[in-house]
C-alpha cells in the first residue's frame, strides 16, 4: 500500500512539476516513468528498466538546466554538475541497499543497472536529436502530432524488445 502511495505521489508531483519547466515534454517524462515501474512491477530485467531509469534520469536533468536557466539560478558548469548529481543521487542508494554491484548481474563486465541507464540515456538522447532533425527538415514543424513524445518512448520501446530477446 505505501508503494501505491509513494507512487501517486511522485506521479502527481512529476506531472505538476513538469508543466513549470517545459523542457523535454511533460508526458514524455510520465511515459518513461510509468515504463520503468511498469517494467520492475512485472519482473522485467534489470538492463530493461534500468534503459527507462537512464531516460529518466536525462529528461529530468535537462527540465532542471532550462527551469534554472529561466529563474536565472544558472551557475558555472551546472550543464555537468546537475546530470551527475541525478545520476549520484538516484545510482548511489541502489549500489547502497545491494541492488547495484552484484557480480553476478553483469553483462560484458558491466553492471546491469549501469549499463541499461547509459544505453537508455544515450537513446534517449539520439531520439531528441532525430527530434530536432526532423523538425527541422520540416520547416520547424513536427511531421505528427506529439512527435516529441512519441519518437523518444517509441524508440526506448523498440531498443527494449531487442534487448529482452537478445537476453532471453
Not at 548481474?105 to 543497472?113: C, E, V
Request: a positive charge; aromatic letters at 18%.
Amino acid at each position: 500500500m505505501k508503494r501505491k502511495l509513494l507512487f501517486f505521489i511522485f506521479l502527481f508531483l512529476g506531472t505538476t512539476l513538469a508543466n513549470i519547466a517545459k523542457a523535454v515534454c511533460p508526458v514524455c517524462v510520465v511515459a518513461v516513468g510509468a515504463g520503468l515501474g511498469f517494467s520492475r512491477w512485472l519482473g522485467v530485467d534489470d538492463i530493461i528498466s534500468s534503459m527507462w531509469i537512464g531516460a529518466l534520469l536525462f529528461s529530468l536533468s535537462i527540465w532542471t538546466i532550462i527551469w534554472l536557466k529561466k529563474k536565472g539560478w544558472s551557475f558555472e558548469y551546472s550543464e555537468s554538475v546537475i546530470p551527475i548529481s541525478y545520476y549520484i543521487l538516484t545510482l548511489a542508494p541502489l549500489w547502497y541497499f545491494g541492488i547495484m554491484g552484484n557480480p553476478l548481474n553483469t553483462i560484458f563486465g558491466i553492471d546491469k543497472i549501469i549499463f541499461g541507464a547509459t544505453v537508455g540515456t544515450l537513446i534517449f538522447w539520439g531520439a531528441t536529436r532525430l527530434h530536432d532533425y526532423l523538425k527541422q527538415k520540416n520547416n520547424g514543424k513536427s511531421f505528427f502530432s506529439y512527435q516529441k513524445v512519441v519518437l523518444p518512448v517509441v524508440i526506448l520501446l523498440i531498443f527494449s524488445a531487442l534487448l529482452y530477446f537478445l537476453i532471453t
